[in-house]
Structures are given as C-alpha cells and as structure tokens.
C-alpha cells in the first residue's frame, strides 16, 4: 500500500463552485472530500458513516 501527501490548500484552489464535494483520497471504503461551503446548509446524517468536518477558514456553527 503506497501513501502519498494531500496539500488541502492546493486542492481547494483547483475549484471556485460552492456544495459540490470532490473527492481528494480513499481509505478502505471511506472517501475523503473537499467541499467549499458558503450560507446556510440544510443538515442530513448518514446513519451508517462517520463524519469529520476540518475549517481551513471562518468558521462553522453545527446545531
């Protein structure tokens, strides 16, 4: 199994269009994805997955 670097940043700057998560790397049956959000956004759950959420910038207020 090789493992590589992901530079977020890099990433991020490829695209300017807001909701539409990329997929930037695969682990197992987990997908890795880059999204930039802007506004309101109305919450959903996956019931059978984990989630993380990493702010590079502002902020994000869950409730």
């Given at each position: 199994?090789?493992?590589?670097?992901?530079?977020?940043?890099?990433k991020?700057?490829?695209?300017?269009d807001?909701?539409?998560?990329?997929?930037?790397?695969?682990?197992?049956?987990?997908?890795?994805?880059?999204?930039?959000?802007?506004?309101?956004?109305?919450?959903?759950?996956?019931?059978?997955?984990?989630?993380?959420?990493?702010v590079?910038?502002?902020?994000?207020?869950?409730?």
């Amino acid at each position: 199994m090789s493992h590589s670097v992901i530079n977020i940043n890099e990433k991020i700057a490829l695209f300017d269009d807001h909701w539409a998560p990329k997929i930037i790397a695969q682990m197992n049956d987990y997908h890795l994805k880059l999204v930039k959000a802007q506004g309101d956004f109305v919450w959903h759950s996956h019931a059978d997955t984990d989630e993380v959420f990493i702010v590079l910038e502002g902020e994000l207020r869950i409730d």
